[in-house]
């Protein structure tokens, strides 16, 4: 495979990863509307599961990535955050489970952790697999 379609397959990658965040962002966005109208209801709930499902997916993806690129340091810390993440969402719905109430200020922690997640780390992972394309192009065999 050629230079030009190696940036064309890390150009459609990042592109995917970045639709993903965008979807998470809507339902964060979906989920402090709710938290905002004290409607934690089981539509608030559903909100909680398909994150953490969709979340699950997106994970794997970028962990995947994360194998491609053995130059990427921060790869267990970086694992470690996204397990950190589908706790704190599932211990949501646990909560809301026993309690029947949720804190208004959770939706906002998530998004905010989130936010940073996506603006730092992920950003670090797609800046190392660019400098590992640049000096191997045919390390990074990105399936799809």
């Known amino acids: 495979m050629g230079r030009?379609?190696?940036r064309a397959t890390i150009a459609r990658v990042e592109a995917e990863l970045s639709a993903e965040h965008d979807e998470m962002a809507v339902m964060l966005s979906?989920?402090?509307?709710y938290f905002a109208a004290a409607e934690v209801g089981d539509e608030a709930i559903r909100i909680l599961r398909?994150?953490?499902d969709y979340s699950r997916g997106h994970f794997a993806r970028e962990e995947a990535l994360m194998d491609l690129c053995p130059s990427y340091s921060e790869a267990s810390?970086?694992?470690q955050a996204h397990e950190q993440?589908?706790?704190r969402v599932e211990r949501l719905m646990e909560i809301r489970d026993l309690s029947g109430e949720l804190s208004a200020?959770?939706?906002?922690?998530i998004e905010q952790w989130w936010r940073g997640h996506v603006d730092v780390v992920d950003r670090i992972l797609m800046e190392q697999?660019?400098?590992q394309f640049s000096v191997d192009p045919q390390s990074l065999c990105v399936s799809g």
């Not at 200020?105 to 922690?109: A, L, S, V």
């Open 30 to 33: 979906s989920l402090r509307c």
């Open 50 to 52: 398909r994150l953490s």
């Open 129 to 131: 697999l660019q400098q």
């Open 85 to 87: 993440f589908l706790t």
């Open 4 to 6: 030009n379609q190696w």
């Open 105 to 109: 200020d959770m939706p906002h922690m």
């Open 77 to 79: 810390v970086h694992r």
